[in-house]
């Protein structure tokens, strides 16, 4: 039943696809706009199933809030939806918060368009936000806590027991980042969690999905943007700079941040320093071989030794 998920189901061809005057190269972009479908498909089935993040009879809310990541979500959840081995509904949800210039019927004409389930919800945090935090402080803090206390109110309106967000791979190591550069802590964005208040699920199924896949398929989508006047102009976020960090790393060493993903789902607590997660206080030697055991003596051991940097690399005596 979990394969129907991820199987590959065959992209159909879309009338907003680029046109371009070589047969060859439209062929090209095609091939590779199918290549590009299939892999969402593949890669947020995954991530449903492997954090079963939606069961039959669900309400899925999906946040919606004009920017390419919630797009793209909805977008490719939708095109699940008809295909999954369960039966689930979805209703689209903006907020609406106020801010000077936002284009309030973009949304509700896409959606209805679209021909699926939504709500606008007019809450004006902007204002809010514009009194409260000084000028030149970065609001994204409090704009946050805000959004989701209204949007848990709306899920509980309209009976969602999912509420769906667009954080994709590359939000979840920023997050990582962020938490080991400025709280000390090792802590990412979840793929699924129960939120604060206890009575909601909230899931993120473009966990698997990198920024480069939604950027392009926004693009071939042609999904109207709308952009964030509040937080979006704030050059100096913590956050754009660690995803500039990121980015630069995956120009130069190819590999590297689907390496890093991949350690977020490879935690060894024997061999990190928190000893509520492992009992080192009470470690004794028990005599029996163990293949998580330490390995202090053994010289490292990469499989990608030889492709790492130079400055990295460990010579051998």
Request: with cysteine; hydrophobic share 40%.
């Amino acid at each position: 039943m979990n394969a129907v998920w991820i199987d590959e189901a065959p992209a159909t061809a879309d009338a907003t696809a680029p046109v371009s005057s070589s047969p060859a190269n439209s062929m090209k972009i095609e091939r590779e706009t199918h290549k590009l479908e299939k892999r969402l498909c593949r890669e947020v089935g995954k991530a449903i199933v492997d954090y079963n993040m939606i069961e039959e009879g669900d309400k899925v809310m999906v946040c919606v809030s004009g920017g390419k990541d919630s797009y793209a979500l909805l977008d490719i959840l939708l095109k699940l939806k008809a295909r999954a081995p369960i039966h689930f509904d979805i209703v689209a949800v903006n907020l609406d918060q106020k801010q000077p210039g936002f284009p309030e019927e973009v949304l509700p004409k896409y959606l209805s368009e679209l021909g699926v389930d939504f709500h606008i919800e007019n809450q004006d945090t902007y204002s809010i936000v514009k009194r409260v935090i000084p000028e030149g402080k970065t609001t994204c803090g409090l704009c946050s806590r805000l959004r989701r206390g209204i949007l848990y109110r709306v899920a509980d309106e309209l009976g969602a027991t999912k509420v769906a967000l667009g954080h994709h791979r590359d939000d979840m190591l920023q997050t990582f980042f962020l938490n080991m550069f400025f709280a000390g802590k090792l802590k990412s964005m979840p793929p699924k969690l129960v939120s604060d208040d206890g009575r909601h699920v909230v899931i993120r199924p473009l966990a698997y999905v990198s920024e480069k896949d939604t950027i392009r398929w926004a693009q071939h989508r042609e999904f109207p943007i709308i952009p964030c006047t509040l937080c979006g102009s704030q050059e100096n976020l913590q956050r754009k700079q660690v995803g500039e960090m990121l980015r630069e790393w995956d120009k130069k060493y190819p590999g590297r941040v689907e390496n890093m993903f991949t350690a977020l789902q490879n935690v060894v607590p024997s061999h990190l320093l928190d000893g509520t997660r492992h009992d080192f206080k009470g470690l004794k030697a028990t005599g029996v071989a163990d293949d998580e055991g330490d390995k202090a003596f053994d010289p490292p051991s990469f499989d990608l030794l030889s492709q790492a940097p130079a400055a990295l690399r460990i010579v051998q005596g």
